[in-house]
């Protein structure tokens, strides 16, 4: 769905090519992860028959088969309007991961201590390169690269909290369940 919204706000700007569109994708939001051409094509396709976009002849001749740009419809721009105007539900995903980790490494081993310390050293080792990356990056990078570091300083507190409290956890957890 993400894809999809992006594309609608960058066909929001100006009808462009396929090709073109995958490569401000890429500029924008896929450098650590490019968008497949594949699925801007396929993506494509799909507003395509959902009237988000229509398909435009291209004024340029290039002498091989006619070229197409493609075009937000008004239907288009109001679901990209609406997507930009709806705040995103706040959705602790990793938190919960780790919580369930936690809670599974304490009924496995009895313990969660040696999972809980082996986390805590892949999330400072992912904020030393960010921090890294940090230092010779453009400044819309660098507000991408400060949003990950703040959420992995907040997993790195909620990380030590549930440290200091892995008694009460491990006793609630055998008290509590029946296996």
């Not at 937000?72 to 705040?87: C, H, N, S």
Request: hydrophobic share 40%.
């Amino acid at each position: 769905m993400k894809a999809q919204l992006a594309i609608l706000g960058i066909l929001n700007v100006n009808p462009n090519y396929g090709y073109e569109i995958k490569r401000i994708y890429d500029n924008l939001f896929g450098k650590e992860k490019p968008i497949l051409a594949g699925q801007v094509y396929s993506t494509l396709s799909r507003l395509e028959r959902d009237d988000r976009i229509v398909k435009v002849p291209s004024d340029e001749k290039s002498g091989g088969p006619e070229r197409l740009k493609y075009a937000i419809t008004a239907k288009g721009q109001e679901d990209f309007r609406i997507w930009l105007e709806t705040p995103e539900e706040p959705i602790p995903q990793l938190q919960a991961t780790i919580y369930m980790k936690t809670v599974l490494a304490i009924i496995k081993d009895g313990d969660a201590a040696p999972y809980l310390d082996n986390q805590r050293r892949a999330h400072i080792a992912r904020m030393r390169e960010l921090t890294n990356q940090r230092r010779n990056c453009v400044f819309a990078d660098m507000l991408l690269i400060d949003y990950v570091i703040f959420h992995l300083e907040a997993d790195l507190r909620w990380i030590e909290l549930t440290s200091s409290r892995l008694d009460k956890l491990k006793e609630e957890i055998w008290n509590s369940t029946q296996f």
